[in-house]
């Protein structure tokens, strides 16, 4: 078995409203052992034998849309990736203690250079990203409501499905779950 956290995008959000025991149901009527969801922002912890993620992911969304009727992006990460995501340091440490914010778009696929340029132009004093693997990195220097960027901005330009969380929420994740 492996435990699994997916990542899911337009929970309690814009008046999509699920409680987390009717989400915890909907996994279990896929297989998933062991559901758990994590705050109410769509982050769902499962085990589950191997098997091709991207598929994996697929078969989440598809059910998620049938039974709640609106589509909800789903990115899976392994517990080890989710603390590897958290370590990880994308800026500077100064940037890092210095700034207001730091948030983590998951990503089905890895950007492609395209898609890296086009990010790069969000960048601005308020603003920076970098990118790692199926992650991109939003470093927001002042509030999130003083910044022109936003998930809706990136998935259009971008013309990709992503969901952000901030680093709090990924690092709580990865510590609760690091001896999984």
Known sequence: MT??????RAINVGGHRVKMEHLRTLFEELGFINVETFISSGNVIFDFLPKDVKALEKNIESHLHKMLGYEVATFIRTTNQVIAISQYKPFSDFELTENIALNVAFLCDPLKEEAKIALMKFKTEI??????????????????????????????????????????????????????
């Open 3 to 8: 435990r699994f956290i997916a990542f899911l």
């Open 127 to 180: 603003d920076d990203f970098h990118t790692q693997n199926q992650e991109v990195y939003w470093l927001c220097r002042k509030k999130q409501s003083d910044s022109t960027f936003s998930n809706t901005s990136f998935e259009r330009r971008l013309n990709i499905k992503t969901t952000f969380r901030g680093i709090s929420t990924i690092r709580k994740l990865a510590a609760k779950y690091s001896d999984c």
